[in-house]
Structures are given as structure tokens and as C-alpha cells.
């Protein structure tokens, strides 16, 4: 699957109704985005299952705040609409790769068991 790029407009509906999403946060005049961008297209060539979405963050400013987007480019991962993945950089294809291997090796259904004892937890302090 080819880059999409996601608004404040689409992003909900993107996440919601993919269960495996990428995003690549930058800006046209960020050098490292510029040489990242070929990576992150060649890359979602390889994983038709997953959205990789492309956040312009001059544009959509908000969200890029809602991340807390501090330098870009950023990559973050999500799966089930869980963010399991953020680091800002450049990364290599290889890196990029290894990332996609990891996260699809998760056992998501551990993920959510731990998300809900931890806000089990918090709701008896």
C-alpha cells in the first residue's frame, strides 16, 4: 500500500478502521524528513496490511500537538488504536523493517490486558 496522508479530518476514521497504522510526522522543509520519505514509501510497498500515513505537521498542527510531536521526522506505531511505537529520527530501511517485525510479533491481546490492569489500578488510588 502506497503513503496516505492523514488530516485531523481522516486520522480518526484511518485508525479506527485499520488495525495496524504507521505514521511518519514531518515537515516540507525538514532535511531528514526529505531523506526519510523514500524509506517510509518503499517500505509500505512491502506491507499491504498496514496504513502508512504521512502527518505534515506545518499543516496539521494540531495534530502534531496532540502527539507532543518535539522533533520530527517522528514515527510512531499503532495497533488496535494503541500506540505501541514512538521515536523521533530517521531510521534505515533495515530499522524500519525490524520495527514492522516486532510490533506484528506483539500479542495484542496482552497489550490490552495490561492497558486495562493498569487503569484498573489507577481508578482504586
Known sequence: MATVNLT????????ENNDFVILDFWAPWCGPCKNFAPIFEKVSEN??????GKINTEEEQELAAYFQIRSIPTLMVMRERVMIFSQPGMLPESALEEIISKARELDMAEVH??????????QDQ
Open 113 to 122: 490486558k495490561q492497558i486495562a490492569e493498569q487503569q484498573a489500578q489507577q
Open 47 to 52: 506491507h499491504e496490511d498496514i496504513v502508512f
Open 8 to 15: 485531523k479530518d481522516n486520522f480518526n476514521e484511518v485508525v
